[in-house]
């Protein structure tokens, strides 16, 4: 299938039929970018013209797409002069490399095949003259870029092309959305053809998501239909066929969104409680820090919990309610506790003598 939407790589292509020369307002390629489009392809010009928007597009596009320039081939407009078809089509070469030799972009040229109401019908007649044309141009630009040249026609228009043509590369409009790769290679096969199909032009609609409406303008254009290309053969043969450039920033391709990992919950730290201090408000460097973690241990003080912190509010004044207490606590001791109480108070009466004596 050769629906738009199907293909990774998306290109576009542009001509003065995209920039309304009655306003101010110029063509922006960002919103193009944005929507993931991979290149441009811009037309320079035809005969001895050069496209009206061919410098905008083009200056406008370098660093930020691959770049296709491609010319219409003019078959008709050296009638009547003594121009041969040959110096005709190498007019033409010369006229479209004066405008790309200084940048001549990322993508090889084409040469767009197709009628013209001015030059008349392709007919069997006139496939002579219009080779020697081709023939001139090829050979002129090969001359210039060292590069052959791409041909762009319709399927319908392959049997205009000589044998000599047969090797080029095609950009081909199959606006047809059954075309299938075995249709394309049986197409080629049934006209002797040995280049390649690089780019495939598959409509002129500007839909670009298969919704049935254009995105022309929405795409920063000033015409709501736009021919939209792609390139079959994926991403890989497209770096080598532009060289390395892809856009930039690279178009955005959205994965299919893997389930998110359960996070591991976050330990929460025990708190490291200071050796041996009981309450949060007795530490070591208390002076009663020995006498009130001793009398806790041996269950004669308990302290309070206040906002989550054992307290024993070491200043705080007893009541008579918490002495009493105390002191039923006190005679639960067994001989073992209140020696050991009497051996703390003694060594601490020898550190502070005129202090307190205990009762
Ligand atoms: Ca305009
Ligand atoms: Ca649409």
């Not at 008709?76 to 121009?83: K, N, V």
């Not at 390395?244 to 591991?264: K, Q, S, T």
């Not at 989550?308 to 705080?316: C, E, K, V, W």
Request: charged share 20%; aromatic share 12%; glycine share 8%.
């Amino acid at each position: 299938m050769t629906l738009f939407i199907n293909y990774l790589v998306k290109l576009f292509d542009v001509s003065q039929a995209q920039d309304d020369p009655s306003t101010e307002y110029r063509p922006t390629l960002l919103k193009a970018l944005e929507a993931g489009f991979w290149g441009i392809i811009v037309r320079v010009g035809f005969g001895r013209v050069v496209d009206r928007a061919f410098r905008w597009f083009w200056t406008l596009a370098k660093g930020i797409f691959p770049r296709k320039p491609y010319w219409y081939g003019d078959y008709y407009s050296h009638r009547g002069t003594t121009e041969t078809d040959e110096q005709w089509g190498e007019e033409q070469a010369d006229v479209c490399w004066n405008e790309l030799k200084g940048d001549p972009g990322e993508m090889p040229l084409a040469w767009d095949a197709e009628y013209s109401k001015y030059g008349g019908a392709l007919t069997a007649t006139i496939k002579s003259s219009y080779n020697r044309i081709l023939r001139g141009f090829k050979n002129r630009w090969k001359l210039h870029s060292g590069k052959d040249i791409e041909i762009y026609c319709s399927p319908s228009l392959l049997w205009l092309f000589e044998d000599d043509m047969k090797d080029l590369d095609l950009y081909l409009a199959w606006w047809n959305n059954s075309v299938t790769q075995q249709m394309i290679d049986d197409l080629l096969a049934s006209h002797g053809w040995r280049g390649k199909v690089k780019i495939l032009q598959v409509t002129n609609s500007g839909d670009i998501d298969n919704d049935g409406l254009p995105e022309g303008i929405e795409l920063g254009f000033e015409s709501s239909g736009l021919d939209l290309d792609v390139f079959p053969e994926g991403e890989a043969a497209y770096k080598q066929y532009t060289g390395g450039f892809v856009p930039n920033p690279a178009p955005v391709i959205i994965p299919e969104p893997e389930p998110l990992p359960i996070p591991e919950p976050e330990p929460t730290p025990e708190p490291t409680p200071v050796p041996g201090q009981t309450f949060a408000d007795v530490p070591p460097t208390h002076w009663a820090f020995p006498f009130i973690e001793q009398l806790y241990k041996d269950g004669v003080v308990s302290g309070s919990v206040v906002n989550g912190q054992l307290l024993f509010s070491p200043n705080a004044n007893v009541t008579r309610a918490q002495l009493a207490v105390m002191l039923v606590n006190m005679k639960r001791l067994t001989a073992l506790d209140r020696a050991h109480l009497d051996i703390l108070f003694a060594e601490w009466q020898k550190n502070h003598p005129t202090t307190v004596t205990p009762a």
